[in-house]
């Protein structure tokens, strides 16, 4: 799948703080059930939930909401930034 032919994004991903694994702000106590994004990139995989955690590694959900169409993935816990935390949920409530 080619990233130049843009899939059109149902929220405003672009506008969600990229924030980098070992930053102090990716230090996130998570639980299943938490909304969360992928911190380095947060249009490629969008938003999704956590489905299952085992220590530091967290299975979620994205129902491919992301440009790379991503359904579920595990990730490390570090790139995973809940949006609850930060207060995001006005940023995403901003339709395109």
């Given at each position: 799948m080619s990233l130049d032919s843009k899939k059109r994004l149902s929220y405003r991903l672009d506008l969600l703080p990229v924030i980098m694994p070992f930053?102090?702000?990716?230090?996130?106590e998570l639980q299943p059930g938490d909304l969360v994004y992928y911190g380095p990139s947060p249009e490629f995989y969008g938003i999704?939930?956590?489905?299952?955690?085992e220590e530091s590694v967290c299975?979620?959900?994205?129902?491919?909401?992301?440009l790379l169409g991503i359904?579920?993935?595990?990730?490390?816990?570090?790139?995973?930034?809940p949006i609850h935390t930060l207060n995001l949920t006005g940023v995403l409530k901003?339709?395109?």
């Open positions: 930053h102090r702000r990716a230090k996130n999704g939930e956590i489905v299952q955690r299975v979620v959900d994205f129902r491919g909401t992301g359904h579920k993935d595990e990730i490390l816990i570090n790139y995973l930034i901003t339709k395109v």
